[in-house]
């Protein structure tokens, strides 16, 4: 397994443009998750999965993004007409199902190495 | 979930210096996290503190959790250019489904040979 992979590293859209973009976990994870980071700040969350199900996403999402996961295991995320101000760095993470207990280690993110994104 | 406040933003040291980052939290954490992201690269996952007074060391590194488990630190001593990047922390946002990690906005450590 080479870890969590994404598709793709870079792209260009126009304003108003469809973007998808692909997530492959690593295998054993059963979770994942989408970030959003813009430069000089850190990731911001944006949805994550457990399995095939959506189990959060922050309000910062708006109705233009969508999130699937269909057979728990890839995910896609799209951005529908998108704006200017969407251009950023988006980055997928998995993580194994956190354990019970405090000390289990739980919900340590391993990252893609992101999908940059310019909006013209 | 309520971000947690990383101070200071930027640190410029000469290589050799040590270096000391905080997190700060106006609640009390489960847990945190350290990442580091390289210039150009994604965030990687360096510790995780559960314990109240938690002390762990990997090797010029050492991390603390509060007693109150409301600050934490990542400390670098003699410093050197391979230690270039933002280091972020990130806690458990236990609010929604128990899941999703809060990062802060990170200090980025910049080493001058």
């Known amino acids: 397994d080479t870890g969590v992979s994404q598709d793709p590293r870079h792209k260009i859209t126009k304003r108003g443009q469809n973007v998808t973009f692909r997530c492959d976990p690593i295998?054993?994870?059963?979770?994942l998750y989408w970030y959003r980071q813009t430069l000089g700040q850190g990731p911001e969350f944006l949805t994550y999965?457990?399995?095939?199900?959506?189990?959060?996403k922050s309000r910062l999402l708006s109705d233009r993004f969508s999130a699937e996961r269909p057979k728990g295991s890839f995910s896609t995320l799209e951005i529908q007409r998108t704006e200017q101000g969407d251009s950023a760095m988006y980055l997928c993470?998995?993580?194994?199902?956190?354990?019970?207990?405090?000390?289990?280690?739980?919900?340590?993110?391993?990252f893609g190495a992101g999908s940059r994104l310019t909006v013209l | 979930g309520q971000q947690v406040m990383q101070i200071p933003q930027y640190q410029h040291v000469q290589e050799g210096e040590d270096f000391t980052t905080y997190c700060n939290s106006s609640?009390?954490?489960?847990?945190i996290q350290w990442y580091k992201q390289r210039p150009g690269g994604h965030p990687v996952f360096l510790i995780q503190?559960?314990?109240?007074?938690e002390v762990k060391k990997q090797k010029r590194l050492t991390f603390q959790f509060g007693e109150a488990k409301k600050n934490s630190s990542l400390h670098i001593t003699a410093t050197q250019t391979t230690d270039v990047g933002t280091y972020f922390c990130?806690?458990?946002?236990?609010?929604?489904?128990?899941?999703?990690?809060?990062f802060g906005k990170g200090t980025k450590l910049s080493v001058k040979p």
């Open positions: 993470a998995s993580s194994a199902r956190p354990g019970w207990g405090s000390d289990s280690g739980a919900n340590v993110l391993t």
């Open positions: 295998s054993e994870h059963n979770r």
């Open positions: 999965f457990q399995n095939e199900a959506q189990l959060e």
């Open positions: 609640t009390t954490l489960s847990n």
């Open positions: 503190l559960v314990k109240s007074g």
């Open positions: 990130a806690r458990t946002d236990y609010g929604g489904s128990q899941g999703n990690l809060i």
